[in-house]
Each structure stands twice: as C-alpha cells, then as structure tokens.
C-alpha cells in the first residue's frame, strides 16, 4: 500500500507535539494503595475485650473489700461450726482423789475428764524435773488407752500438756516387766525450763487400761529398767473409791517380791535406834539415798511396809 508522500517521521513527531500542547502538562501516574479491609467482627470484639476487663476489676475490688470488712452473724456461725469440728475434744478438770502412789504423801495429782461425761485421765507426779539430784516420775493412767499412737508420739504429747518439755532426742527401745503387765520402754532425753534429763518412758502394752509416763533418774544417768518397773508397780488406789472393773483389776494385781525384799533382821532393829538418836534427819537422808541410786529397792520396800 503506497503511503503519502507527506506522512513522515518529523510530520508525526509534529503530530505528537501539537497533541500535547492542547492536553497540556499531564500528572504521572502513581498506583494509589488500596484500602485495608476491617471485618466486623474484629471490630465488635474490642468493647467485649475492654468491657471484661472492667468486670474483672470490679470483682477484684469488690472481693478485697469484703475480705478487710467484718464477718456477718451467719459467716460466724458457720466459722465456728467448722472451728468446733477441726478442735480436738476438750477437757474438764476433776477431782483428783482416786490414785495415789504408794509411800510417798508428796506426789502431787491432777486429773481430767473429757466433756460430756467421757473417759477420764488421772497423772500423778513424784519430785521436781527440774531439781536433777533427784528421780523424776510421772505416771498417768487413763481409763481408755490411746489408739495407733507409738510410744513417742505418746511421750512428746504427755511431756508438753503436763510438764511443759519436749523430747529432744530418743535411744533404745525394749521391754520389761511390772506387776501390771509387760511395758514398752524407750530411752529419752527430756528438755525444758529445769535444764535437759535423761529418762526412760514406758507405756502398759496390749490392756484395756492405758498406762503411761516416764522416770528420771538422778545426775543425769538414765535409770535401770528393774527400778523403772518397780516404780510403776508402786501406783495404787485410794481406799474406798469406786473404779472401772478393769482398773479394779489392774491395781489388785498381786506385788511382786523382787520390789519389795525383806530386810535384814540387824537392819530392821538397828533402824529405831538410829531414828531415836536423831528423829528429823535419819529418815528423809535414807529415803532420799535409796532414790538416788538407780536400780536400789530398799526405798520401796521401807514404804511397803510403811503403808501396812
């Protein structure tokens, strides 16, 4: 196809020229960034956000405020419902009239009885813990014996009620006999505001009757287990006191010769004669000589005759 001989390169680029001069100056052509699309739901779950922190706060203040005010009637009745059943039985103080131990005026008694009319726990005590020149014996029988309790669990809660002591370390266990039956034994040392004694503790084993509590010997040295038996076997009962059968039982149990050896006939005469020439010290020295001395009976045996 021939072209015309007039349209050429300069007669275009004079075309092209003339255009742009009537369109005049034309703005480049950016893309424009497109607009980000926000779902509904996103925008809805902000004021949920913002509106469950705020309850949450609320709540706070509410619950610390109720914390710092006073407990209403009803909130303590039902504290102390809750008190009542967590707190351990309590006890009631009785008359301590029904046991004794024999030969000996100076032992101190206390008993109690659980209240409601429960079962009733007598301790007796001879000497001072704190004054170690002498034995130390504590005894405590209760009408109904401890369930699945060990010895030590035993002898810690006995030592801190009725003496204020504490057990600080513990040594061997064995088993010796007594007119009440065969005792477990254990070796203990004992510390409280008197200073720290080294005792053995005994518990009665397999009776109806709880038998319990713990001797001291003297000047630190812990006791022979003959005069840990013989000492429990010297705790008896008042005369006409009414007992349990099974106390009853317990503490007609026949004496046993090995706490109680006859003396000599020489001794027995030349006794008076030493009480006439000095009647206020013979006595109580030769009393206080045979306790000091561990595993010596002439005590008892002078106190069993005594008591005939």
């Known amino acids: 196809m021939p072209l015309r001989p007039d349209f050429d390169d300069a007669a275009l680029t004079r075309a092209g020229r003339e255009l742009a001069w009537d369109l005049g100056p034309a703005e480049p052509v950016v893309p424009r960034p497109l607009r980000r699309v926000v779902r509904p739901r996103r925008r809805r779950a902000l004021p949920r956000i913002v509106a469950a922190a705020g309850v949450i706060a609320l709540l706070s203040v509410l619950a610390s405020e109720r914390r710092d005010a006073e407990p209403s009637p009803g909130d303590g ?26 030969g000996s005026e100076e032992a ?22 704190a004054v170690h020149e002498t034995p130390f014996l504590r005894l405590t029988l209760a009408e109904a014996p401890e369930a699945d309790r060990t010895l030590f669990v035993t002898l810690a809660r006995r030592a801190a009620e009725r003496d204020g002591l504490a057990v600080v370390r513990t040594g061997e266990r064995g088993r010796i006999e007594s007119r009440f039956g065969p005792l477990d034994t254990l070796d203990a040392t004992l510390s409280g505001p008197g200073g720290t004694r080294a005792c053995t503790a005994f518990r009665l084993a397999e009776s109806p009757v709880g038998l319990d509590g713990w001797l001291c010997a003297p000047l630190g040295q812990l006791p022979e287990p003959h005069a840990v038996g013989c000492a429990v ?60 001395e561990p595993g010596t009976t002439a005590a008892l045996a002078r106190h069993s005759s005594d008591t005939r």
């Open 77 to 102: 009745r039902l504290a102390g419902l809750f008190a009542e059943r967590a707190a351990p039985p309590a006890w009631e103080s009785v008359a301590a009239d029904r046991y004794r131990i024999a």
């Open 108 to 129: 101190s008694a206390t008993a109690r009885r659980r209240t409601g009319g429960g079962p009733r726990e007598d301790s007796l005590a001879l000497g001072r813990f």
């Open 233 to 292: 076997d010297r705790l008896g009962a008042r005369p006409e006191v009414l007992l349990r059968a099974e106390v009853v039982d317990l503490l007609t149990r026949p004496e046993r010769p090995v706490c109680a050896p006859q003396e000599p006939v020489a001794t027995a005469a030349a006794e008076p004669r030493r009480k006439r020439g000095r009647p206020n010290a013979a006595a109580p020295r030769n009393s206080a000589k045979a306790w000091q």
